[in-house]
């Protein structure tokens, strides 16, 4: 019974690196979502994936941001340049149908430190 | 605007009862969750609620009035394990997918 698998679990890159950080939904989820959680905050919403189609990217912090579900499973979330300010945790959560009141299931995270 | 309030931290001792209270002003609303996040782990659901009223759920219970935009997390029997973040969540309208809008969350001590 696998949950929501994220990698790496930690990244460290220089300011101005480009990153990318990995999701795998559970098997057969339609809904994915990636939220980005600085220290002490809750999480921050940052795109909406139903199937592969990107519906909602209204999150996103800057043109820097970019994700993409191919093939409606894995999730890629990319950032380019980084910067100090993207220091924080990403999580991916998956819902197996979009329909409101559907429980959003998370993976653990990938912490990453921008120096 | 969007705005979710929830208390910082608190503090409890094994054994007792803790309420955990959010307030909410959302640009519609289609329900309310309560997450549990331990430190450096996965946010984990505990409850959800979009009618009026209580829900019981073992040792937890989650309370909503959606006409004072007000919610409560009530655990029971607190265990050392209790011990974490707690995260408040509503659904706005949203095109009829379950985005979810956080609160920044309340941290549990919990006490011997």
Request: hydrophobic content about 35%.
């Amino acid at each position: 019974g696998a949950g929501v698998s994220q990698s790496p679990r930690y990244k460290v890159a220089k300011r101005g690196q480009d990153v990318a950080l990995r999701c795998d939904p559970i098997s057969g989820h339609v809904s994915l979502f990636w939220y980005q959680q600085a220290l002490g905050q809750g999480p921050e919403f940052l795109t909406y994936f139903q199937n592969e189609a990107q519906l909602d990217k209204s999150g996103l912090p800057s043109d820097r941001f970019f994700a993409e579900r191919p093939e409606g499973s894995v999730s890629t979330l990319k950032i380019q340049r980084t910067q100090q300010e993207d220091s924080a945790v990403y999580l991916c959560a998956s819902s197996p149908s979009p329909g409101v009141g559907n429980i959003q299931y998370f993976g653990a995270g990938t912490r990453l430190s921008v120096l | 605007g969007q705005n979710i309030d929830q208390p910082t931290e608190m503090t409890a001792t094994e054994g007792a009862i803790v309420q955990i209270n959010c307030t909410y002003q959302t640009s519609g609303f289609n329900g309310l969750f309560w997450y549990q996040q331990h430190a450096g782990e996965a946010p984990t659901f505990l409850s959800y609620n979009v009618l009026d009223g209580l829900e019981e759920k073992g040792r937890f219970s989650s309370f909503l009035s959606r006409s004072k935009g007000y919610s409560y997390l009530l655990l029971k029997e607190l265990q050392m394990k209790d011990s974490a973040s707690y995260l408040c969540a509503v659904s706005p309208l949203s095109g009829g997918y379950n985005k979810l809008i956080f609160g920044a969350g309340t941290r549990l001590a919990v006490h011997p």
